[in-house]
C-alpha cells in the first residue's frame, strides 16, 4: 500500500500547521462562496489572493498544473462552447456551412466567470490536498462525520487508480515485448481498434481484480456492518 500512496514532506510552511478538518472547512465553504459570485472583477481578486497563497506555501507550479490538465477536458467543453448557445447581445457570427454560430456577449461573460471560478477552486483544492496527507485527509473527512462508505469509496479508488495504471504499464510493456507498432496517428483503424482492445481487456482484469478482493475480504470476516461501526 505504501508504494502506491505518494509521499508527504513537511516543509513547514503557515499552511502545513492547520487542523486538516479545519483545511476541510475552509477550502469548501470559500469555494461554495465563489460558486455564488459573479463579479470578474471580484474573482480576479480572490483568484490572484489564492495564487499568493499558493506561493507562499511553497507548493510546485509544476504539479498544480498537471493535475489541472487533467481537469480541464471535463470543463473546456462546455467554456468553449458557452459564447456561441447564451443568448443574448450578438458580437460576432461565424459560417459554419450548413448554420451560422453567434458569438453573444453575455455567452463570453458566462464563460470568463466559470474559467475563473474553475481556477479559483482548483487552487484552493490545491492547497488542500498537496499540503494534507492522503491518510490525515481521510481521517479528517471521518472526524466531520462525512458517512464512511463515502471515505471508504474514496481511499478503494484512489489505491486502484495507481494499481490499474501498474496494470496498463504491464500490458504496454507486453505488446512492446513483441514488437507492436502502433499507427501513424488516432484515426488510424489499426491504432484505434488496437486502443478499443486495450481498453476491453483492461476493463476485464480490473473487473476480475476487484472481485478477487472483495472475495478475499469476504473470507476475513468483511461484511456491511464495518461500514456502519466505523
Not at 166 to 175: D, N, P, S, V, Y
Request: net charge positive.
Amino acid at each position: 500500500m505504501v508504494n502506491y500512496i505518494p509521499s508527504f514532506k513537511k516543509q513547514g510552511s503557515f499552511w502545513h500547521s492547520f487542523d486538516p478538518r479545519l483545511k476541510i472547512i475552509i477550502i469548501f465553504c470559500f469555494i461554495a462562496l465563489i460558486s455564488g459570485i459573479h463579479h470578474r472583477l471580484t474573482l480576479v481578486l480572490i483568484f490572484w489572493i489564492l495564487f499568493l497563497a499558493t506561493l507562499l506555501a511553497r507548493l510546485s507550479l509544476i504539479k498544480f498544473i498537471r493535475r489541472t490538465v487533467w481537469v480541464l477536458p471535463l470543463t473546456g467543453f462546455l467554456i468553449v462552447f458557452l459564447p456561441f448557445t447564451v443568448p443574448g447581445e450578438p458580437l460576432k457570427q461565424l459560417n459554419a456551412g450548413l448554420f451560422f454560430l453567434t458569438i453573444t456577449k453575455e455567452g463570453i461573460d458566462k464563460a470568463l466567470i466559470l474559467t475563473l471560478r474553475l481556477c479559483a477552486s482548483l487552487l484552493a483544492l490545491n492547497l488542500l490536498v498537496a499540503k494534507t496527507s492522503f491518510y490525515n485527509l481521510m481521517g479528517a473527512l471521518r472526524a466531520l462525520k462525512v458517512p464512511v462508505i463515502f471515505v471508504q469509496l474514496v481511499e478503494f479508488t484512489w489505491r486502484y487508480l495507481y494499481v490499474l495504471n501498474h496494470e496498463l504499464q504491464r500490458m504496454l510493456f507486453a505488446r512492446r515485448a513483441r514488437a507492436f507498432k502502433p499507427g501513424n496517428n488516432l484515426f488510424h483503424f489499426f491504432t484505434f481498434k488496437t486502443l478499443g482492445q486495450l481498453i476491453g481487456v483492461l476493463f476485464m482484469r480490473s473487473w476480475e481484480r476487484g472481485e478477487r478482493v472483495y472475495l478475499a475480504m469476504t473470507a476475513r470476516g468483511f461484511t456491511d456492518k464495518h461500514w456502519k461501526q466505523e
